[in-house]
């Protein structure tokens, strides 16, 4: 494998991009090919050996374009596919995960709330992970619709506001002081979420862990990327591409293929 080749990401949909963005940010040398699976998003409604399947076959696409490692930049993906990834390809995975643990070791209300969606809050990951802070009150709360206006580029929308309210009031009422993003999709969210939550609740995803734990992997097994040639940024999507080029800013080697 040569260190040159691309870092592959893949995710239900957009979301991931903002995965890409703090990996990007953080190894700006590196090739990288970003996979939106927007036909099949979102993954949270789906069966458990669904997501297994539809994550399986993204590895197969990033593989066959020689990608060195795959980041599953999708909490879904991660939390009930990650395992039988591993298993069956010869190639690091990165995963991503709700980022419970800094909530609960910052928290002083003993309080934190965690937006995610219905397969990543079910999922044995997840509940493995919850188990380890019994003395931390967590207020899981699905985000029932909030993939679908995203992936449609409603992010601002009166739905959206309606819905962000519904599912933070309680948690507000219930004095979190962490909030805990569960999704990739969601930090497209942070602004509109400011406008809801009180000034001392604070945000937590896992796009700058997951970086961070890129560059490390890459490290440990000699595939960081120092050539000086000017990387390469490819994303791919298998529906409409529009409201993944208004995310990332550009338009250039961002295309629409069946996969």
């Not at 990401?9 to 979301?15: T, V």
């Not at 965690?114 to 079910?122: D, F, K, P, V, Y």
């Not at 909030?146 to 409603?154: C, D, F, K, M, R």
């Amino acid at each position: 494998m040569s260190s040159t080749n691309s870092i592959g990401l893949f995710d239900s949909g957009i979301g991931g991009t903002s995965i890409w963005k703090e990996i990007h940010q953080l190894l700006p040398n590196e090739n990288t090919i970003y996979l939106a699976d927007s036909k099949n998003a979102p993954y949270g409604k789906r069966p458990k050996q669904e997501i297994i399947d539809l994550s399986c076959k993204n590895v197969d696409f990033l593989l066959e374009q020689n990608c060195k490692i795959i980041v599953v930049a999708c909490n879904t993906a991660t939390t009930n596919a990650i395992k039988e990834l591993r298993s069956k390809y010869n190639v690091p995975f990165i995963g991503i995960e709700p980022a419970i643990k800094p909530a609960a070791h910052l928290s002083e209300t003993q309080t934190i709330g965690i937006l995610a969606t219905q397969g990543t809050l079910n999922s044995e990951l997840f509940n493995r992970q919850v188990e380890s802070y019994q003395n931390t009150k967590i207020i899981e709360q699905v985000g029932h619709g909030l993939v679908e206006l995203i992936e449609a580029g409603q992010i601002e929308s009166e739905e959206m506001t309606i819905l962000l309210n519904s599912y933070l009031q309680p948690m507000i009422e219930a004095n979190i002081d962490y909030l805990v993003l569960g999704c990739s999709h969601y930090p497209y969210l942070i602004p509109a979420i400011k406008k809801i939550i009180p000034k001392h609740v604070k945000i937590i995803d896992s796009g700058e862990a997951v970086a961070r734990q890129t560059k490390a992997v890459l490290e440990k097994n000699n595939l960081l990327n120092t050539s000086e040639k000017k990387s390469s940024q490819i994303f791919y999507a298998n529906s409409d591409a529009t409201v993944l080029k208004g995310i990332l800013g550009f338009t250039e080697n961002v295309f629409e293929k069946e996969f």
